[in-house]
């Protein structure tokens, strides 16, 4: 999708008030949402709002052809800039903090157009629904009188959404990351691949980091600074070039396509799809990340959503903050 074509969609979904009819929860409601969680900085992102931006290139495996026509595979140098960030809405959650962390990617391809990877450092979803999603933001906005979420109100969440039990797990079981170069990252949403022939093929992928993951330990957790995650990424790419493999999972039709909170079976093909290298990295106040809208529809040829809610509702949902911090608000 190139500048023009996006500019017109995420202004005809504002107009929209969020597009999608059939939800109960609109874009507005859910980023309001998000606000009374967090508060708000004026001018600053709703959610993930501390981040860095990194810049480098992309050079896609021509062996994914078969699956999808899209320009990533051409086997070419693609320019990326991207955001490295940390899930919430406020600047004081540390980097410590037990939630997912953030990998927006901008591939910059011929005549002007983009493909957006908007990826998380965990392997599912917390919520199989806009609703539910919605429903975990208030469950967990801090009481007025107590400065902290209400331990009813959350506990009751979770009885109530079993979709929210897979990452909980997950979030359990595995500590923070110790540096955004050591973290792998996954699509969590399923998309098509489409070819030349017209043939779609359900792909999801991750992004592998060569250096191995690498996670804090629970004594390192305790002694960590509030801020170290930026300025580690500065500097490994002021030393050198930090790189990822792209792992692509061939889909089975049966697999499941529009619940991101559901695992894909284990056994399924994968194929090294790209080589993502990253060359620098720079404070995202003032730098080329900044003002970038990653929206994950932002898309190409080859490359399509499916149907899955959570995915379709984050578009109209990132055009809302979008719009908001663009006056200033």
């Known amino acids: ?92 959650i540390p980097d410590t903090a037990k939630n997912p962390r953030g990998m927006a990617l901008e591939f910059r391809l011929p005549d002007g157009q983009v493909q957006h990877f908007t990826m998380l450092n965990v392997p599912v979803f917390g919520a199989a629904t806009p609703e539910s999603f919605y429903d975990g933001v208030v469950a967990n906005t801090p009481d007025p009188a107590t400065g902290k979420p209400d331990p009813e109100k959350m506990a009751a969440y979770k009885a109530s959404h079993p979709d929210a039990k897979a990452l909980g797990e997950y979030l359990g079981k595995n500590n923070p990351i110790a540096s955004y170069a050591n973290s792998d990252f996954y699509s969590v949403h399923t998309f098509k691949f489409i070819n030349k022939n017209n043939k779609s093929t359900l792909v999801r992928w991750r992004f592998v980091p060569q250096d191995g993951v690498k996670r804090l330990s629970d004594e390192e957790l305790k002694t960590a600074p509030t801020r170290f995650l930026d300025q580690d990424i500065m500097n490994k790419t002021q030393a050198g070039v930090v790189r990822w493999d792209m792992v692509l999972v061939i889909g089975d039709p049966m697999d499941e396509q529009t619940n991101p909170t ?39 040829s080859g490359i399509a959503p499916t149907n899955d809610p959570v995915l379709l509702f984050r578009s109209p949902a990132y055009a809302n903050s979008y719009a908001k911090r663009l006056t200033g608000q």
């Not at 284990?266 to 993502?276: N, Q, S």
């Not at 990253?278 to 994950?296: M, R, V, Y």
Request: one cysteine or more; aromatic letters at 8%.
């Open 1 to 92: 999708m190139n500048r023009a074509k996006l500019g017109i969609f995420l202004f005809t979904v504002l107009l929209s008030g969020g597009g999608f009819a059939e939800e109960s929860v609109t874009a507005d409601q859910v980023v309001t949402g998000i606000e009374h969680q967090f508060g708000v900085t004026p001018g600053q992102r709703r959610n993930h709002i501390n981040g860095v931006c990194v810049a480098g290139s992309f050079v896609g495996n021509k062996a994914v052809q078969p699956y999808s026509m899209s320009p990533l595979f051409s086997g070419k140098v693609i320019p990326v800039l991207g955001r490295f960030s940390l899930a919430g809405g406020s600047l004081k």
């Open 262 to 300: 559901i695992y894909w079976p284990v056994d399924r093909k994968e194929i090294k799809a790209g080589v993502l290298a990253l060359t620098s990295a720079s404070p995202q106040q003032g730098g080329a990340c900044e003002k970038i809208n990653f929206d994950p529809l932002a898309m190409t």
